[in-house]
């Protein structure tokens, strides 16, 4: 049974820093791509960041050069680290894991693998 199980979702003050963490477990982890998605309230789901296969990595434009998406494979683990926090961060941060293609890495009809997600709020 695949399982995605996001943490460290927190009232952060903008400026900031946040990291979030998602623990997989069901799957050839190594093999998959993984994704950071966030969906705030009256809006769609919007791509944050992706790792494609265990290779490189893909960002949002809103987040480029503040997010940094990273993967432990030997814990099975993608993290968000969330630095410079903006108000617009705020949202509830869901992780994504699918074998995906290349031009679909942004996408999220495209993973198949879910977590329950984990809200982000932040001061202003």
């Known amino acids: 049974q695949v399982q995605l199980v996001e943490s460290g979702g927190d009232l952060v003050q903008a400026g900031g820093s946040l990291r979030l963490s998602c623990a997989t477990s069901?799957?050839?982890?190594?093999?998959?791509?993984v994704a950071w998605f966030r969906q705030a309230p009256g809006k769609e789901r919007e791509f944050v960041a992706a790792?494609?296969?265990?290779?490189?990595?893909y960002y949002g434009d809103s987040v480029k050069g503040r997010f940094t998406i990273s993967r432990d494979n030997g814990k099975s683990t993608v993290y968000l680290q969330m630095d410079t926090v903006k108000p617009e961060d705020a949202a509830v941060y869901f992780c994504?894991?699918?074998?995906?293609?290349?031009?679909?890495?942004?996408?999220?009809?495209?993973?198949?693998?879910w977590g329950q997600g984990t809200q982000v709020a932040v001061s202003s």
């Open positions: 069901g799957i050839t982890f190594t093999s998959y791509s």
């Open positions: 790792n494609f296969r265990n290779t490189n990595t």
């Open positions: 994504a894991a699918g074998r995906v293609i290349l031009s679909s890495v942004r996408n999220p009809n495209q993973y198949y693998n």
